[in-house]
């Protein structure tokens, strides 16, 4: 008896001290939140607005939520969206107490439309004459292609800027599936909808290759013209470096004039202390961006009877509520409240998505069409807007992309994969079943589909191709046929979108804002950004979980787990796809 009350005691006290320790956790994360949310930032005079860019760069940054949160010391971490990023460039330009941005780069975490749009609005802010300098030990193409903007653009004397073309990079997992015995069963219509190659192919078709060389040679292309032309260098001179790799080190990125000096970064801060007016580097006043967009000096308010709506629709589309990725019933609801909104003239669509669920995408697709039949409805892309991500914005009025913006993939596809093989042959596991009907177990992962239930799901995924070309010729002005013949699940970079009518302007969410304003007839507005967020403790909570579980697979697998979400990404898909390509990266 002596023994249990001893041990009923050193449970008790072993929760009540667990209980402890997670109030003082709890204590510690509010406490971070009080004072990263709470505290106005004040700007000093003559002060340098550092733009260092090396985290997520998301489409918007959450208004009273903490997204990135380090529960290794409970501080929240600096983060700013694309919104607030291009809101606080242009506050600076006419800002009397910043007297210009020090470009602090590495790699930057975001596509290249994305860089795209913060590049033009660092351009915009040159026009005020305040400087810009971009520093980096070591940069990537991407942050190069930003760094050309600046008036003098700076590396370390031991630094690199390995200048060598773009490329795309897809991992197959054929082998990979029949080495585990399971078989990936696809239905797709479209003869370049390549999203399911991985997982019946070892290598690119003929038709991924050609589409794929046309993208990135179109994006590629772009950027070495602006950067061509911000050096006053040809592109034939750039291209011919590149081939013979004589760009890489600092030396040859000097020599060739792709940077401006070699300096150390004491050297910069000198430098940015002389531009600013500040007595000695010590008493150089710098401010984040993120802190800048937090001061106090805010700009004046605009009449909030006239209103402009900007709708996200950032990630994978899915069926259903919820905060993240673009679910369904989340979005058209953001949706229906701006079109009854009679103080809200227009919408804007901003979309960063490659697809995900044709089914959630016509649901957003619909609401779309209403709102579009009262108000104008101005789509956006961002990096990319493709297979389903177009899906959404084919009933808008106007459809605005970079040129860099991966687009089209109008094509959708299925995929059921059998795991008989593997748990028959390699676990020892078999299943049985009792029907009462012919097809009552259908869709069953742990056998082969029939010739009849294979019939029934290409039935429906022509059925789904036929309504999205339907959609898109609606909404674009064309004839069916000329869709099917664009379409395919082919994917186009925005610059040959455009030749294709598949999009109507170049340029980034502020241009597509001010599109809307003409459209609506307004000279003063105030912007409004749907779906509304969540509080703060459920964000907290949300992102606490999914983080913690996140940053442990990822320890584990480092550069690999990009391709453990590919074949999570895969099992975890639910009906008909309208996808872009698992994996579309450009290095």
């Known amino acids: 008896m002596l023994k249990f009350l001893k041990y009923l005691f050193a449970s008790f006290l072993g929760c009540m001290i667990a209980l402890v320790m997670m109030l003082f956790i709890v204590t510690g994360i509010l406490a971070g939140i009080a004072s990263f949310g709470s505290k106005p930032v004040t700007v000093e005079n003559n002060s340098v607005l550092l733009m260092e860019l090396n985290t997520p760069i998301s489409e918007r940054a959450p208004e009273g939520t903490i997204p990135n949160f380090d529960y290794m010391t409970m501080q929240p971490r600096e983060t700013a969206g694309l919104n607030k990023i291009l809101a606080s460039i242009k506050h600076a330009k006419t800002d009397d107490k910043i007297k210009g941005i020090y470009l602090k780069l590495t790699s930057i975490p975001a596509g290249i439309a994305t860089v795209e749009e913060i590049r033009n609005a660092l351009a ?34 031991l630094g690199d800027l390995p200048f060598t073309g773009m490329s795309s990079r897809i991992m197959f997992y054929k082998k990979a599936l029949e080495k585990l015995d399971i078989e990936a069963q696809i239905i797709r219509h479209g003869k370049f909808k390549s999203a399911v190659e991985p997982f019946m192919l070892e290598a690119m078709s003929k038709e991924n290759r050609e589409q794929t060389s046309t993208y990135v040679g179109s994006i590629w292309g772009k950027l070495l013209s602006v950067i061509a032309k911000s050096r006053n260098l040809t592109e034939d001179q750039l291209n011919t470096w590149i081939d013979a790799l004589e760009i890489y080190d600092a030396k040859s990125a000097s020599d060739k004039g792709l940077v401006d000096g070699l300096k150390y970064q004491d050297e910069i801060l000198d430098e940015l202390t002389e531009k600013a007016g500040a007595e000695s580097a010590e008493k150089l006043a710098t401010i984040t961006i993120s802190k800048y967009e937090r001061s106090s000096d805010k700009e004046i308010k605009k009449p909030a009877d006239k209103k402009i709506a900007i709708i996200y629709a950032e990630g994978d ?19 229906r409240t701006a079109r009854r909104d009679s103080s809200i003239k227009a919408i804007v669509f901003r979309i960063n998505s490659g697809g995900g669920s044709a089914l959630a995408s016509d649901i957003i697709s619909r609401e779309i069409q209403l709102a579009s039949d009262v108000k104008p409805v101005i789509a956006s892309f961002g990096d990319v807007a493709a297979s389903g991500g177009y899906y959404i914005a084919t009933q808008a009025d106007v459809i605005v992309a970079d040129p860099t913006t991966i687009t089209g993939s109008i ?20 299943q049985d079943v009792v029907r009462t ?16 239930e294979t019939a029934l799901l290409q039935k429906s995924v022509e059925s789904v191709y036929d309504t999205f070309i339907t959609l898109v010729a609606k909404g674009r002005n064309m004839s069916k046929e000329a869709v099917d013949e664009i379409g395919q699940g082919r994917v186009w970079s925005a610059t040959d979108a455009k030749r294709l009518g598949l999009v109507d302007e170049f340029g980034g969410v502020t241009d597509a804002v001010r599109i809307a304003a003409e459209k609506a007839g307004l000279a003063e507005y105030e912007i409004t950004e749907l779906p509304k967020q969540t509080s703060t403790f459920e964000a907290l909570l949300e992102s606490l979980s999914e983080e913690v579980r996140d940053r442990s697979i990822r320890k584990e697998l480092g550069d690999t787990y990009k391709y453990y979400k590919q074949l999570k990404d895969v099992t975890g898909m639910q009906g008909i796809q309208a996808r872009m390509p698992f994996t579309v990266e450009l290095y």
């Open 124 to 157: 915009d802010f040159k026009e005020s004459g305040k400087f810009v300098i971009a520093y980096s030990d070591s940069y990537t193409q991407k942050s190069y292609y930003l760094a050309t903007v600046a008036d003098k653009v700076y590396l370390n004397p």
């Open 317 to 335: 589309i899915m069926t259903g509520e919820g905060n993240s990725d673009v679910m369904s019933e989340t979005v058209s609801k953001a949706i």
């Open 411 to 430: 094509g959708v596809f299925g995929v059921i994969p059998n795991f008989k093989g593997l748990l028959n042959n390699k676990l020892g596991i078999s």
């Open 437 to 452: 009907n012919k097809y009552s177990d259908f869709p069953n992962p742990v056998r082969p589909l029939s010739a009849d």
